[in-house]
């Protein structure tokens, strides 16, 4: 044979190689699913305005304008610690898109999750294959989650929501609901049990660090995810053979307790606490559920532990043991979860989508199962008619994303028009909103209003009662102690959704009653802007003791005593206190003031404030509604430096972030020294 046939024969066999290689997997799976969502890379706004979506654009819009300088979030609850707003992976990364490629953050937001969405069939193509699965099944497994939702079988309630079977609940809740955190958690959720396989297989440094490196991504990412996998964790470790399930559990134990040291700068134990005490409130569920203890969980959690062991004694492989058990739990989390009355965990509900990674791993497994029990010189043919419902559904996928991915006209919504006229006419200055108001407000513009978002970090529990006060109130005097509420707060102006407003929920009931009881600043498309106090007002005021909100049982407020205190920061008879931001958390008071004077401020109290008159420290407290109180103790004309040092355990959580990561790193440096030697 002939030197040129040998290399022509060479390079064919090495073109059937690649066709039939892992690779070539990824490749095709990228290319299918990102051929779905590729309208996300090439839109800023959508005309989903009752998607949440609008926070996180808000949160990366605001690092991006900010870098070095956001560790005080001044547009939400008053003010909070940058760490209580959101875990903060996605909205780094969306940050720093737009600041690199020099593009809007809303358009960074769509073309980043838009790629992860695209990411996550083949991810789970390479767990599968790393799970034991032959490369056809995770193939079809991969193919199957790209473009079928098992969730909509599950549960009516999605399917009916979706407008039938054959529609994607993955892009949907991405595109509509605005779930670009959680779908990108889920994309990297096949990648830890891809890694945590690696590890327990190989038993090397480099394994684990990578096994640990992975999940510290999911938890910095978002919270259902990381709840979905340790669900799924632990779903991999009873799919384990019985000679490798305690080993399975020092992996899993020992890469989730590295993960945490390396992310814990991101998410600080102050901020895991802030979360743990606001669960209650935000899930009713799963509160009612603790009425049982934890014996619904144990007995779930034993049974598919049970369910592993008997698994272990069968011939199937891991990855359809690890199907049954993941699909199996979180399918039955999900189907069992209702908001108000009982959840297993909370907002354990959004786990029909992990369920459908199990659920997708299971029929690809057993469809390529029984693919392989028909003759060879069937197959082709039995390809050729699966080749058309493909077709037909990758066609259903195509026209969902065209419906849901469609650009906004922004000069015809409200929530736009709105902000651009706060933006403009009312800079700075605290506002009340609601509705998909609130959700894009900040996206649009640096307005710092009263609520935002997101619960789970809020510290001030009297924010929790101005919705019930001032949305749901009638009558004139409830009314009217709404809006001293909103005084109270600091709050400049309100916007009321009217019947014309493109808001989606005008959660305000009858618009009508602020007409005449305060100035209207502005009116257009179908919002008004009332003043609730005077423009420019500062957030800083000169109190005696007895005019501040004193401190009660948690979620106990005087009327009387917010009232004082209200009109203690409007009277025009005393001092003023001038407040001016200077970037980040720094701000500087003047007034003029005797030594007994105490200055109220109205932004939220965290143990790292620090004050300070001309380089002296002073004191610095919360009063009883939860904004800041400094003693002066100066008298004069007088200046107050205010500065946010962050949070006690922050330097801390440095120290152990910086120095896990040098762990992980020399880890995976030994690792590959020692396979150089």
């Not at 789970?124 to 989650?145: E, H």
């Amino acid at each position: 044979m002939s030197n040129e046939s040998v290399r022509s024969s060479t390079a064919i066999q090495r073109v059937a190689n690649l066709a039939t290689s892992n690779l070539a997997a990824f490749l095709v799976l990228t290319a299918l699913n990102l051929s779905i969502s590729w309208r996300l890379l090439k839109v800023e706004y959508t005309n989903q305005f009752s998607s949440v979506e609008g926070y996180f654009i808000a949160i990366a819009r605001y690092i991006s304008g900010h870098w070095g300088d956001f560790s005080w979030y001044p547009l939400w609850h008053c003010g909070m610690p940058y760490q209580d707003t959101y875990v903060p992976l996605l909205h780094l990364v969306v940050a720093a898109t737009a600041s690199l490629g020099h593009i809007p953050a809303a358009r960074a937001y769509h073309g980043v999750i838009g790629v992860a969405y695209a990411l996550g069939a083949p991810a789970l193509y390479g767990m599968a294959v790393r799970l034991g699965a032959p490369r056809g099944a995770a193939f079809l497994s991969a193919l199957c989650y790209g473009l079928f939702s098992p969730s909509a079988l599950l549960m009516a309630d999605v399917a009916r929501d979706l407008g039938g079977l054959w529609y994607g609940r993955r892009l949907q809740v991405m595109t509509v609901y605005g779930e670009g955190p959680h779908v990108t958690a889920m994309t990297l959720l096949p990648v830890v049990v891809l890694a945590l396989e690696n590890a327990l297989v190989k038993r090397t440094g480099r394994a684990l660090a990578l096994a640990a490196l992975s999940i510290a991504l999911v938890f910095l990412t978002n919270i259902p995810g990381s709840m979905a996998l340790g669900v799924a964790v632990f779903c991999w470790i009873c799919a384990q053979p019985r000679d490798r399930r305690r080993a399975a559990w020092g992996v899993a134990a020992s890469a989730s307790a590295l993960a945490y040291c390396l992310a814990c700068f991101g998410v600080p134990p102050s901020s895991m606490f802030r979360v743990g005490a606001n669960a209650g409130d935000m899930h009713r569920g799963f509160t009612n559920s603790l009425h049982y203890g934890p014996l619904p969980l144990v007995l779930a959690l034993g049974s598919v532990a049970a369910a592993g062991f008997l698994l272990a004694r069968t011939r199937l492989p891991l990855a359809v043991r690890f199907a049954i058990l993941f699909s199996a739990l979180a399918g039955a989390m999900a189907a069992t979860a209702h908001s108000e009355t009982f959840e297993l965990l909370p907002q354990v509900g959004r786990l029909h989508l992990e369920f459908e990674i199990g659920a997708c791993l299971l029929l690809g497994c057993t469809a390529w199962a029984l693919y392989t029990l028909f003759p060879r010189w069937t197959r082709p043919v039995l390809l050729a008619l699966c080749l058309g419902p493909v077709v037909v559904q990758y066609g259903n996928y195509r026209w969902r994303a065209r419906l849901d991915i469609q650009r906004a006209d922004l000069e015809k919504r409200s929530e736009y028009t709105t902000a651009r006229w706060l933006q403009a006419n009312l800079p700075g200055g605290r506002v009340y909103v609601t509705g998909s108001t609130a959700f894009w407000l900040n996206a649009f513009s640096a307005t710092p209003q009263l609520i935002g978002c997101c619960d789970q970090g809020q510290s001030m529990p009297v924010l929790n009662e101005v919705p019930y006060k001032v949305n749901s109130a009638v009558d004139s005097s409830t009314t009217e102690a709404g809006i001293n509420r909103l005084r109270a707060l600091g709050v400049q102006a309100i916007v009321v959704n009217g019947p014309a407003s493109t808001d989606e929920y005008k959660d305000i009931r009858a618009p009508e009653r602020f007409d005449g009881v305060l100035p209207l600043l502005h009116r257009e498309n179908g919002d008004a802007i009332y003043s609730v106090l005077p423009l420019g007002t500062s957030l800083a005021h000169v109190v005696r003791p007895g005019e501040l909100v004193p401190h009660r049982p948690p979620g106990k407020f005087a009327y009387a005593d917010i009232l004082k205190y209200a009109r203690a920061t409007v009277d025009a008879a005393r001092p003023a206190a001038a407040f001016e931001w200077r970037g980040g958390g720094r701000a500087r008071i003047r007034a003029n003031l005797d030594p007994g004077d105490l200055l109220s401020v109205q932004v939220a109290w965290f143990p790292g404030w620090k004050a300070a008159v001309h380089g002296e420290a002073k004191p610095v407290s919360a009063d009883g509604m939860g904004f800041l109180v400094i003693q002066p103790r100066c008298q004069g004309d007088c200046e107050i430096d205010l500065a946010w040092t962050g949070r006690g355990d922050l330097p801390l959580a440095a120290v152990v972030s910086v120095a896990t990561l040098a762990l992980l790193a020399a880890l995976a440096f030994r690792r590959r020294g020692s396979s150089a030697a």
